[in-house]
């Protein structure tokens, strides 16, 4: 396969290597959004007839994209709960796949994936890891290490962070993957124009300070919503609650801004969206600006009512994204809005 023709050395090229290095990779293709290189990479590791073993949680996008593969391609996508090691075993044992995809943690259902074990399952298959990094973040996990081939993730939210642009990476562990995904990036017109890649790369330096203080808001958050009694259940992976808060700690430094809070009922999951003031309600998520959507009527949309309810999101789940503001005016803000 010949090497790229088209690059762009001042920025573009210093910004994959940036992101290259961050994750611990051998290389990285910018992309024009996270979407986009989960394009990418279904573009460079499948063909049709492909299989590939999707976490049933996922981004409404990435649901949608499988839809396309699905029916273009013909590829055979199997959805599982990778929480659940022995029906990924038997289903590995089974079946032989192209590639094997998760985030973690999940989006929105915010569960913890296993992602040492999922790679060395993985391997043992035969088929590439690659693993959705956009929650956590390489200052916060770096999927790589833990044994992934491929980790990919949008740029849109925590990276750039401000929500100025929309852009992804998708960053391989071997230079032969690499040259792979730089020959589709360069096939397709994939690559990031040089203005979004100046706009993300504002972002990166600021990106650890910013994500320890979404994390310590998100906490105080968790532990009010945690008690109210209009709250039914708060998924969280920095609470202690959350069943895989140890993995959690494991596999990652910071715990992302995100919480998911199955309220009540529908009507006060909608009032509390309709009534925040610092919340905008916004499908995305990892912004300087607080954000809250209900993910059955915004970002997952695309899912079927059926696949949306096994992964335990209902119309009465809402998504809240915990932005930099003061955290006694998120807290006031939510009590008003819940009263
Ligand atoms: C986990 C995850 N991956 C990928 C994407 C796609 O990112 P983008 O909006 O940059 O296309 C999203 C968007 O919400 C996401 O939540």
Redesign the pocket.
């Given at each position: 396969m010949p090497a790229p023709q088209y690059s762009n050395p001042i920025i573009l090229d210093a910004l994959e290597t940036v992101f290259a290095k961050a994750e611990n990779g051998a290389s990285c293709s910018c992309t024009h959004?996270?979407?986009?290189a989960?394009a990418l990479l279904f573009e460079t590791v499948l063909r049709a007839n492909s299989k590939i073993l999707v976490e049933k949680d996922c981004?409404g996008?990435?649901y949608r994209l499988l839809q396309v593969y699905k029916d273009k391609y013909n590829v055979e996508v199997f959805f599982a709960d990778f929480t659940d090691l022995s029906e990924i075993q038997n289903l590995l044992e089974t079946e032989k796949f192209d590639l094997v995809l998760c985030?973690s943690p999940t989006?929105p259902g915010m569960k913890i994936i296993d992602l040492r074990e999922l790679a060395r399952l993985a391997k043992n298959n035969g088929s590439k890891f690659a693993v959705?990094n956009?929650?956590a973040t390489f200052a916060s996990q770096k999927p790589l290490d833990l044994g992934a081939d491929f980790s990919v993730f949008?740029a849109?939210k925590y990276i750039s962070g401000h929500g100025s642009t929309?852009?992804?990476a998708l960053v391989s562990k071997s230079e032969e993957d690499g040259e792979k995904v730089a020959y589709f990036a360069n096939a397709e017109g994939r690559s990031q124009n040089p203005f979004d890649v100046f706009l993300i790369s504002l972002g990166i330096p600021t990106l650890p300070l910013r994500l320890k203080h979404h994390e310590q808001s998100a906490i105080q958050i968790a532990d009010y919503l945690e008690k109210h009694p209009k709250v039914n259940k708060l998924v969280y992976p920095g609470s202690k609650n959350h069943p895989q808060h140890e993995l959690a700690k494991s596999q990652m430094k910071i715990f992302p801004g995100v919480l998911t809070v199955h309220m009540q009922n529908v009507e006060t999951a909608e009032k509390l969206v309709a009534t925040t003031h610092w919340f905008g309600e916004k499908?995305?998520f990892g912004t300087a600006d607080s954000r809250i959507e209900i993910p059955a009527k915004i970002?997952h949309a695309s899912f079927s009512k059926e696949d949306l309810q096994a992964i335990g999101i209902f119309p009465s789940t809402v998504r809240l994204s915990i932005g930099l503001e003061h955290i006694d005016d998120l807290l006031e803000d939510l009590e008003n809005a819940l009263k």
């Open positions: 959004t996270g979407i986009g989960i981004y996008g990435t985030e989006n959705d956009s929650l949008s849109t929309v852009a992804g499908a995305s970002s």
